[in-house]
T-cell receptor, first 111, second 113 residues
Framework: DGGITQSPKYLFRKEGQNVTLSCEQNLNHDAMYWYRQDPGQGLRLIYYSQIVNDFQKGDIAEGYSVSREKKESFPLTVTSAQKNPTAFYLC??????????FGSGTQLSVL | GENVEQHPSTLSVQEGDSAVIKCTYSDSASNYFPWYKQELGKGPQLIIDIRSNVGEKKDQRIAVTLNKTAKHFSLHITETQPEDSAVYFCAASKETSYDKVIFGPGTSLSVIP
């Protein structure tokens, strides 16, 4: 089946640690996105990538980093500079002028 | 940049009644307005979308209306069922490129049997 796979489903971070969230898609979509979701709030854009080896900051990029070495993959690293990382992280992808497809999300918590 | 507001934040209706969720956007260049439904612990899924060249679109019990002049758009769910209970997000974007999609804060809909 085609789709977007996020892993792990649950992740715990110790203070001062960097953690990486995985996002893989087999939909042949050019664009990929990372959103952060906090309880009672909407989806806020962290980073997005329109093409391999290129990406742009979203509204809340501080404390996060991404890479786009392959069309299928768009991993997100939550660095130690992100002081409030606890949230539900959603990856999405799409073709030009088509809808966003979302993964099932990763819940990140701080130990 | 674009800003999307959404009301109400929570909504409870009796099964069989209608539910209406309203959104406003700020960027007059936005021309694509999707609605997503998110069930607990899952990623959002598109339920309906509308482009700026139409004023209304229907799909069975779901309809969306768009007023470009006022920069308002709304989701209407008729004959609500318990399985409609979820969080609903409106969004806005420009479809000329892979522009970012900006979401509203969401509405938690509860349908009471």
């Amino acid at each position: 089946d085609g789709g977007i796979t996020q892993s792990p489903k649950y992740l715990f971070r110790k203070e001062g640690q960097n953690v990486t969230l995985s996002c893989e898609q087999n939909l042949n979509h050019d664009a990929m996105y990372w959103y952060r979701q906090d309880p009672g709030q909407g989806l806020r854009l962290i980073y997005y990538s329109q093409i391999v080896n290129d990406f742009q900051k979203g509204d809340i990029a501080e404390g996060y980093s991404v890479s786009r070495e392959k069309k299928e993959s768009f991993p997100l690293t939550v660095t130690s500079a992100q002081k409030n990382p606890t949230a539900f992280y959603l990856c999405a992808s799409r073709r030009r002028n088509e809808k966003l497809f979302f993964g099932s999300g990763t819940q990140l918590s701080v130990l | 940049g674009e800003n999307v507001e959404q009301h109400p934040s929570t909504l409870s209706v009796q099964e069989g009644d209608s539910a209406v969720i309203k959104c406003t956007y700020s960027d007059s260049a936005s021309n694509y307005f999707p609605w997503y439904k998110q069930e607990l612990g899952k990623g959002p899924q598109l339920i309906i979308d509308i482009r700026s060249n139409v004023g209304e679109k229907k799909d069975q019990r779901i309809a969306v209306t768009l007023n470009k002049t006022a920069k308002h758009f709304s989701l209407h769910i008729t004959e609500t069922q318990p399985e409609d209970s979820a969080v609903y997000f409106c969004a806005a974007s420009k479809e000329t490129s892979y522009d970012k999609v900006i979401f509203g804060p969401g509405t938690s809909l509860s349908v009471i049997p």
